[in-house]
C-alpha cells in the first residue's frame, strides 16, 4: 500500500467499509470534499446536477461507514456542513474479502483517474504560460520481476512524500497550485510473445 500520508489522516478500503464506496457518486462525492472541502448537501446537488434528498442519502453513507463526518464548526440545523475525514484511501486489490465488490470499486476509481486527466488535457491550453510545459503524460514499458515493481511504486510513492500533501481547508503558498499525479502500474504483455 502507498501510505502517502500518516495513518490518522489516510483510510484502508477492507470488508468493513467497502459498501461506503459502492455507488459510483459516493467516490465523486468522497473526491469532490477531499480536493475542494467541505460543503452542504444542497452545494453537492448543485455540483452534481442531482436533488438534496438523493445527496444526503449518499453522505450520510459515507459518514456511515467514515469517510466523512459532519463538520459542527460550521453550518446549523438547517445547513449540514460535511468534510472528508481523510486525504487519502488507500484500497487492497488483492484482498479476498474485496474480489467482487472490489472490482467494481477499482473500474470506478481508474474511470474517475481517466475523466480527470482527460479534464485536464482539454483545459491544458487555458493553464498559466508557466505550467502548460508541466503538463505531462507518459509511458514507459518495463520488464519487472513482482519485487521490483513493489520497489518501483515504493519509491514513487516516497518520492510524493517529499511534497506537500494538498488540504482544502490550508492556504496554497503564493507560486504553488494543486496539482494531481497519477500513477498506474499494470501488466501489458497480452498481446503476442
Same mark, same amino acid.
Given at each position: 500500500?502507498?501510505?502517502?500520508?500518516?495513518?490518522?489522516?489516510?483510510?484502508?478500503?477492507?470488508?468493513?467499509?467497502?459498501?461506503?464506496?459502492?455507488?459510483?457518486?459516493?467516490?465523486?462525492?468522497?473526491?469532490?470534499? @477531499? +480536493?475542494?472541502?467541505?460543503?452542504? /448537501?444542497?452545494?453537492?446537488?448543485? %455540483? !452534481? &446536477?442531482?436533488? $438534496?434528498?438523493?445527496?444526503?442519502?449518499?453522505?450520510?453513507?459515507?459518514?456511515?461507514?467514515?469517510?466523512?463526518?459532519?463538520?459542527?464548526?460550521?453550518?446549523? @440545523? +438547517?445547513?449540514?456542513?460535511?468534510? /472528508?475525514?481523510?486525504?487519502?484511501? %488507500? !484500497? &487492497?486489490?488483492? $484482498?479476498?474479502?474485496?474480489?467482487?465488490?472490489?472490482?467494481?470499486?477499482?473500474?470506478?476509481?481508474?474511470?474517475?483517474?481517466?475523466?480527470?486527466?482527460?479534464?485536464?488535457?482539454?483545459?491544458?491550453?487555458?493553464?498559466?504560460?508557466?505550467?502548460?510545459?508541466?503538463?505531462?503524460? $507518459?509511458?514507459?514499458?518495463?520488464?519487472?520481476?513482482?519485487?521490483?515493481?513493489?520497489?518501483?511504486?515504493?519509491?514513487?510513492?516516497?518520492?510524493?512524500?517529499?511534497?506537500?500533501?494538498?488540504?482544502?481547508?490550508?492556504?496554497?503558498?503564493?507560486?504553488?497550485?494543486?496539482?494531481?499525479?497519477?500513477?498506474?502500474?499494470?501488466?501489458?504483455?497480452?498481446?503476442?510473445?
Amino acid at each position: 500500500m502507498s501510505e502517502l500520508s500518516p495513518a490518522e489522516d489516510r483510510v484502508v478500503v477492507d470488508g468493513s467499509n467497502l459498501r461506503g464506496l459502492a455507488h459510483p457518486l459516493r467516490i465523486r462525492l468522497l473526491g469532490r470534499l @477531499r +480536493r475542494h472541502g467541505r460543503a452542504t /448537501a444542497s452545494m453537492l446537488a448543485k %455540483e !452534481f &446536477d442531482t436533488t $438534496s434528498g438523493v445527496l444526503s442519502y449518499h453522505l450520510r453513507q459515507l459518514e456511515r461507514y467514515g469517510f466523512i463526518s459532519e463538520d459542527t464548526e460550521h453550518g446549523n @440545523r +438547517r445547513d449540514r456542513w460535511w468534510r /472528508a475525514n481523510h486525504r487519502t484511501t %488507500e !484500497f &487492497d486489490p488483492v $484482498s479476498l474479502e474485496q474480489q467482487a465488490s472490489g472490482r467494481l470499486l477499482n473500474a470506478e476509481i481508474v474511470q474517475r483517474a481517466v475523466e480527470r486527466l482527460t479534464e485536464a488535457a482539454q483545459s491544458w491550453p487555458d493553464w498559466p504560460d508557466e505550467w502548460r510545459p508541466r503538463f505531462d503524460v $507518459s509511458d514507459a514499458m518495463l520488464v519487472l520481476t513482482p519485487e521490483q515493481a513493489a520497489e518501483l511504486t515504493d519509491r514513487f510513492y516516497a518520492l510524493i512524500k517529499e511534497y506537500p500533501l494538498h488540504r482544502p481547508d490550508q492556504a496554497v503558498p503564493a507560486g504553488s497550485r494543486q496539482v494531481a499525479v497519477q500513477l498506474q502500474l499494470f501488466l501489458d504483455d497480452t498481446g503476442p510473445r
